[in-house]
């Protein structure tokens, strides 16, 4: 997990479930979605698989830890460890784009689920729209959103034990998250690719998954079809599977929470909270643990956190907030600090009904737009439908700037002519038509409660469509573009060349 795309598909998941507590604002959260995915598309994203050719030349210096945990015993020394690509090994040969190669799903299958985050955020469909992704060797690939999803299906049908990872190792776990980014694909835009991870899901669960009695007793790592080796783990290896089964198939989810948190004793009070080595499996504890209402456990690893994984504020007026983890490095850990920050958002369910219950419908109705944020922060955007009212909170962002004017704009009014804007329970006047649809209202850097009322409307029953996207595509920074190319996905695709005013007044 020592790359960066995990910090970037990661922190998405955070990302989405703020944005899911002020549906009525998204902005900042879809800007930082958008980066997300532009960094995703660069060489660093890709570093394994554009630099780790053929196999790991430090084979026979394995540290013994490696050895007896992750690897086959009757290949030590002649058989890489997890985490080594091994781009150019046989069967495939040397596949130079991180996308079109038949392994490297990891790569994609994570992209995936951060460009579908990032298109529910946001309403905008850029399914369509072309990116490029950095190659071996300084070469660029164009793809779309769309041909990257008909691609892992693609990728499903060729490999029925599914799509390989690292040459040549197939991890469950990269392609559970793989198949929830397809999930959330169809129901953003009404298609069916979710049934090629439903269909492996079913066929093989068993195989991968060692049940005795309704417990789970092992997990597998990784499975190599070449060897016919499979690498198994004990239960605890069910947390990170689950978090991606969960809003896939609750009731296994549940069946993998369960073996993991009893065997670490996490759910008895007259136990103490064991220390892991690894803090991840903690937050994904955690996060399962509020997922499934499991109060005790959740309050067990909360006081566990809050004692050895040192959070605190840092950076400007304390502005900024992270754990450190007792590793005296100068920054909160990326990965580490991003699944806390998923067990500190939302809730019990919030996961699962990102997924499950996603909120499409909002996109079109009366959205907070224009803050000055972190200078004025938003806590709360929600329109009710049922009275017409968008339900705005404000706070001071920065502590420096409390007091200052400032300004919020609301689009996609219905009818100006039937707005009226309170603040804190009385009537504010201090606001105006800026455009159609649209009106800018004057605040100061402080706590307020606003609404925002308009004629009532109700909710359509059938969603909202996700709206088609004016933004530029990604790609290049010197806006060349790359012409596409009748290719078969079947191959990927060729190379190209290198205002001081209080609130309420």
């Known amino acids: 997990m020592n790359f960066a795309r995990f910090d970037l598909s990661e922190s998405a998941y955070a990302v989405a479930l703020m944005a899911d507590q002020t549906p009525a604002w998204r902005e900042v959260y879809g800007r930082i979605l958008d980066e997300l995915v532009r960094r995703h598309t660069t060489f660093w994203a890709a570093v394994d698989w554009l630099t780790q050719i053929g196999p790991d030349p430090r084979r026979s210096s394995y540290p013994r830890e490696w050895i007896d945990t992750y690897l086959p015993k009757h290949l030590v020394g002649q058989y890489d460890v997890p985490g080594w690509v091994a781009n150019g090994v046989e069967p495939w040969g040397l596949q130079v784009d991180p996308i079109g190669a038949d392994g490297n799903l990891f790569f994609k299958g994570w992209l995936n689920l951060l460009m579908t985050l990032r298109g529910y955020v946001t309403g905008e469909d850029r399914r369509h729209e072309p990116f490029e992704v950095a190659g071996v060797g300084g070469t660029r690939f164009e793809w779309t959103h769309a041909r990257l999803a008909d691609w892992l299906v693609e990728l499903w049908g060729r490999h029925p034990e599914g799509p390989h990872c690292e040459n040549t190792k197939v991890w469950p776990y990269c392609l559970n998250a793989a198949g929830l980014g397809l999930d959330l694909f169809d129901s953003l835009y009404d298609t069916d690719r979710h049934q090629a991870w439903q269909r492996w899901s079913s066929e093989t669960r068993g195989d991968y998954f060692g049940m005795e009695a309704g417990r789970v007793r092992w997990v597998t790592l990784y499975y190599d079809p070449l060897i016919r080796h499979k690498q198994t783990i004990g239960p605890s290896g069910g947390l990170a599977n ?14 993998l929470y369960q073996g993991a948190v009893g065997r670490a004793g996490w759910n008895d009070p007259s136990q103490p909270v064991r220390p892991t080595a690894d803090p991840r ?9 509020a997922e499934f209402g499991d109060d005790v456990t959740d309050r067990r690893l909360g006081r566990y956190a809050e004692e050895h994984f040192e959070p605190r504020r840092f950076g400007d007026d304390d502005g900024e907030f992270g754990w450190w983890f007792r590793l005296g490095e100068a920054w909160p850990r990326g990965q580490l600090s991003a699944l806390m920050m998923m067990a500190e958002v939302g809730g019990r369910g919030a996961w699962s009904r990102l997924f499950r219950q996603p909120d499409l419908a909002r996109s079109a109705e009366p959205t907070v737009e224009g803050v000055d944020f972190p200078v004025l922060g938003v806590g709360a955007a929600r329109n009710d439908p049922a009275r017409g009212v968008l339900d705005i909170e404000v706070y001071r962002g920065q502590e420096s700037r409390a007091g200052a004017a400032t300004t919020f704009r609301v689009s996609r009014l219905p009818n100006l002519a039937d707005v009226r ?4 329970g009385q009537e504010h006047q201090r606001w105006r038509a800026v455009a159609a649809g649209t009106i800018e209202v004057e605040t100061d850097v402080a706590g307020h409660r606003f609404e925002v009322v308009t004629m009532p409307w109700i909710r359509s029953r059938a969603p ?8 530029i595509p990604l790609g290049p920074s010197s806006g060349r573009v790359v012409q596409p190319r009748s290719v078969s996905l079947a191959t990927g695709l060729e190379a190209t060349a290198p205002l001081g005013c209080p609130c309420c007044a």
């Open 242 to 255: 689950a978090i991606y089964l969960l809003p896939q198939d609750a009731a296994f989810a549940e069946l």
């Open 281 to 289: 499996f903690v937050a994904l504890g955690r996060i399962l643990a």
């Open 421 to 424: 804007v309170r603040c804190d």
């Open 464 to 471: 909202a469509p996700i709206q088609p996207s004016a933004a």
